[in-house]
Nanobody, 124 residues
Framework: QVQLVESGGGLVQAGGSLRLSCAAS????????MGWFRQAPGKEREFVAG????????DYADSVKGRFTISRDNAKNTMYLQMNSLKPEDTAVYYC?????????????????WGQGTQVTVSS
């Protein structure tokens, strides 16, 4: 089993920045392909960014490309999401997720393990 805990969410003004962290425990972190997803009220959970086991393959949703940066530190069993130039439409609960396999995926159903989420609220 893999346990994931998100942190770093909060309230920020439009144009500001936040850095989310996802701490992993249980199975070996480096064996997991990781991703960030978000879900706003009344909307489906959507893909934000994904990163391969080694960190060499990265994928971003078009809505965050150029503003968000995903990274991982396997020695610390931690994944990060640096969010810059935040917009009100970025407001959502952000979840980290893990899956087996070397390739990242944009599909919610492909991820086996999920954290509880951290709230990000961006004011106008």
């Amino acid at each position: 089993q893999v346990q994931l805990v998100e942190s770093g969410g909060g309230l920020v003004q439009a144009g500001g920045s936040l850095r989310l962290s996802c701490a992993a425990s249980g199975r070996t972190f480096s064996a997991q392909t990781m991703g960030w997803f978000r879900q706003a009220p009344g909307k489906e959970r959507e893909f934000v960014a994904g990163i391969s086991r080694s960190g060499g393959n990265i994928d971003y949703a078009d809505s965050v490309k150029g503003r968000f940066t995903i990274s991982r530190d396997n020695a610390k069993n931690t994944m990060y999401l640096q969010m810059n130039s935040l917009k009100p439409e970025d407001t959502a609960v952000y979840y980290c997720a893990a899956r087996y396999g070397s390739a990242s995926s944009r599909l919610v159903a492909d991820y086996r393990y999920w954290g509880q989420g951290t709230q990000v609220t961006v004011s106008s």
